[in-house]
């Protein structure tokens, strides 16, 4: 019964939160789910380091959907006001980055590591974490085209819920945030800005 004391009716109880990036105070947090995101940055990180303001974040670790500076600024730590604002608690590894990071290079990163971690065994993970990889790395590098990001999409959605495990799943929810949210960050690769 102490644990319902902590969070909300529907989320009781609390949460590690795994702060890193662009805050003045990383570290574990143990916070009672439902506690404000912004009181979490603000007062328990000693706020944005980097800039100073922030761009976007990640709530459940790479895995969730990202959220924008406005969505993470009104956001509570509990399942149901993240689901609502289109991502997951996920994992609690909340992952800070301020307004000087580029979007598509992030992604790229993480991308990255998806496409090394895949096993191989689901074609659809194995394929589709490799070329999500192949083209964010060549915007990055190279530029591209207006279709690139079209691709992206297609991809990343034909992943979704098609494979044994949820690694292909875990690429495919950012992607489709990241390009819904910060298509700004991809469209200056390809006008070559």
């Known amino acids: 019964m102490a644990y319902r004391q ?3 009716e529907k989320s009781p109880g609390t949460k590690l939160f795994s702060v890193s990036g662009h805050v003045k105070k990383t570290g574990v947090y143990e916070l009672p789910l ?3 995101l912004k009181d979490l940055l603000e007062k328990d990180c000693g ?3 980097g800039t100073g303001r922030l761009k976007a974040l990640h709530t459940g670790g790479t895995s ?3 959220l924008t500076a406005r969505q993470a600024m009104n956001a509570r730590l509990d399942h149901e006001s993240l689901q609502e604002a ?3 608690l996920g994992s609690g590894g909340v992952i800070v980055m301020d307004d000087s990071v580029d979007m598509l290079w992030a992604l790229r990163n993480l991308a990255q590591f998806y496409a090394h971690e895949s ?3 689901c074609t659809p993970c194995r394929e589709g974490t490799g070329w999500i990889f192949k083209i964010l ?3 990055y590098r190279e530029g591209g085209h207006e279709e690139d990001l079209v691709v992206l999409a297609d991809v990343a959605q034909k992943m979704q819920g098609r494979t044994i495990c949820a690694l292909a799943d875990a690429l495919a929810a950012p992607v489709l945030s990241y390009l819904e949210k910060f298509r700004e960050d991809f469209e200056k690769h390809i ?3």
Do not use: E, N
């Open 137 to 139: 790395d060549r915007l």
């Open 47 to 49: 706020g944005i380091s």
């Open 6 to 8: 902590w969070g909300t």
């Open 34 to 36: 439902g506690y404000s």
């Open 191 to 193: 006008r070559g800005s």
């Open 119 to 121: 096993c191989g065994q």
């Open 86 to 88: 289109g991502t997951m």
């Open 64 to 66: 969730v959907p990202v």
